[in-house]
């Protein structure tokens, strides 16, 4: 059966897109850490990071890289952490979160945001990955 995440890559279920290339999806998590919280998937759907290959792995932290730097332009943080962690989805996903204190690295605290924020936030991050690729 496809990942929530797979159906996400179909359009099946919408998402709040920020970044697409051929093999690589971004999107706001929808239950963030923190204002800006962003996933990124492989549309080849695999389910754990190191069933990837090499070249895979490179290239979904090449996709993240240029993706966070886009979070860095829109998203006031004092940096932009990477986690791998988590057992919920089985489709490999990074997230990139805005760190502003310890507790947004932690999965137990959640911001809420009304669909207009993740709208514009979805589009100003979008314009800034599209401004730099
Ligand atoms: P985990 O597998 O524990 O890393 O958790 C999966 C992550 O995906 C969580 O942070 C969820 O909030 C996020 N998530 C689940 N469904 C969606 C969705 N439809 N759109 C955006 N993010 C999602």
New binding site residues.
Partial sequence: MAT??SK?ISGE?P??KVAENQDFLA???????AKG?T?CIPKKETNRLFDLSMDEYTALMQFSYSVAKAIEKVVECNRVGLSV?????PHV?V?LIPLNEMKNAQ?THKENLTSEAYQSLAADIAEAYKSQN
């Avoid at 999107?27 to 850490?33: A, C, G, Q, T």
């Fill in positions: 929530i995440f996400i279920i998402s709040y999107f706001l998590d929808i239950n963030p850490n919280h996933l962690i988590g057992l919920e989805v996903h997230h999965f």
